[in-house]
């Protein structure tokens, strides 16, 4: 298959014994690639985003999707820059049931956010004014998109999770829903920007998030909504907001729960909503890179690992695309079984290869550590021999 741009895109077949690559691939109006793999495959679509997509002088972006184990590849990402004056755009869409809500996702949620930003409100600095710009993009998003699902009348049951970073040079703001997550790198420190929309745990979000389902009339089994699905905020997934009643009405069909249960159900909201919590963070000199990524990298590699080892392969090589794909292949290496999607931002302000490798230095602290203990264990045996032999 012929590639695209070659300077847009490299394709990348990770090997997995019984899985044979395929994929499709489609540039639309704005020059972006979207990519989407098919078909029972372990393949990667690594795509470094050209400087003039970027917009923030410096930075440099790496991209990388990767399969894995999957039936089905439903994540995707974004990165572009036009009509943002000055800030880079990049999004991780995480789908579930379905690819249809990423398939519509992934250029119209820029179009609202642009059109309620108004272009310039980013660069206007009003914490207030961008906060429920970015809250209204999301929530007209998402009501386009239950539009269309319930105009599809195919029973689509089709989400996604969405989360976006607005950067420039010394700013980024950051618009979440779902289980993906930011993580920023502050002189090699892990700082985690967002908290995940899960409805289990005992953590103060997902306790507000179970509060705000059963307020709604929901209910949660075993950290599932109607013991169905796992995270709580969400784009599209329609049978928990505009087809409740049906969704009840198959769960009695279905077996699920009782009709005496059903009937007492009353809901008042949705039980999945689309709302972002909206951060601002500021960029100091101290700021080195910014990694955002699906739950199929974090729940496999802790925040503090993911930076090490992003820091590690800058320091090797300092290609960003080369790292995004060494990430994604560290968590396929941990027995992720989910899609992995990963873009990493690395702001410029790092002569990554004029730094001692920080591997090596841990290696060779560990190495002392060894020969200490090492050297203790021999002393011991000495003096305890001296000891008994007196």
């Given amino acids: 298959m012929a590639l695209l741009n070659q300077e847009l895109q490299r394709f990348l077949v990770v090997a997995n014994s019984g899985y044979a690559p395929a994929a499709a691939k489609s540039v639309g109006w704005n020059g972006v690639l979207a990519v989407r793999s098919k078909g029972l495959t372990c393949s990667a679509i690594a795509i470094e985003a050209p400087s003039s997509l970027t917009g923030v002088s410096g930075v440099r972006w790496g991209r990388t999707s990767i399969q894995g184990v999957r039936e089905e590849m439903e994540d995707d990402a974004v990165v572009r820059s036009d009509g943002l004056d000055g800030f880079s755009f990049a999004a991780v869409f995480d789908g579930h049931g379905g690819f249809a809500s990423v398939e ?39 009501a386009k998109l239950n539009d269309r699902l319930d105009a599809l009348g195919e029973d689509d049951e089709s989400g996604s999770t969405v989360t976006a970073m607005f950067l420039a040079a010394d700013s980024l703001w950051i618009a979440h829903v779902g289980d993906s997550s930011v993580v920023l790198s502050r ?24 509060r705000r389902i059963r307020e709604a009339g929901g209910w949660v089994v075993n950290g599932r909504i109607c013991g169905d699905i796992a995270v709580s905020r969400a784009f599209g997934d329609i049978r928990f907001k505009t087809k409740k009643e049906e969704m009840l009405k198959k769960g009695v069909e279905q077996g699920r729960w009782s009709e005496k249960f059903a009937s007492r159900i009353k809901f008042n909201g949705d039980l999945i909503v689309a709302s972002p919590d909206v951060y601002q963070v500021s960029l100091g000199t101290d700021a080195e890179f910014v990694v955002l990524a699906s739950d199929g990298l974090w729940d496999f590699m802790s925040s503090t690992e993911a930076v090490e080892f992003v820091r590690n392969q800058l320091q090797q090589h300092g290609d960003v695309q080369r790292a995004s794909e060494a990430l994604a292949q560290g968590a396929l290496d941990r027995r992720s079984q989910d899609n992995i999607t990963i873009v990493i931002a690395d702001l410029g302000r790092v002569d990554w290869q004029s730094l001692p490798l920080q591997q090596q230095q841990q290696n060779i602290l560990l190495e002392l550590l060894q020969a200490l203990v090492t050297v203790g264990i021999v002393s011991a045996g000495v003096w305890a021999s001296s000891y008994l032999s007196l």
């Fill in 104 to 142: 519509f996702l992934r250029d119209e949620l820029f179009k609202e956010c642009v059109s309620c930003l108004g272009g310039s409100l980013l660069s206007k600095k009003d914490s207030a004014a961008i906060k429920v710009a970015l809250q209204n993009a999301f929530v007209n998003a998402d």
């Fill in 187 to 210: 002189s090699g420190k892990a700082e985690v920007l967002t908290d995940p929309h899960r409805p289990y745990g005992s953590g103060k979000v997902s306790l507000a998030e179970i």
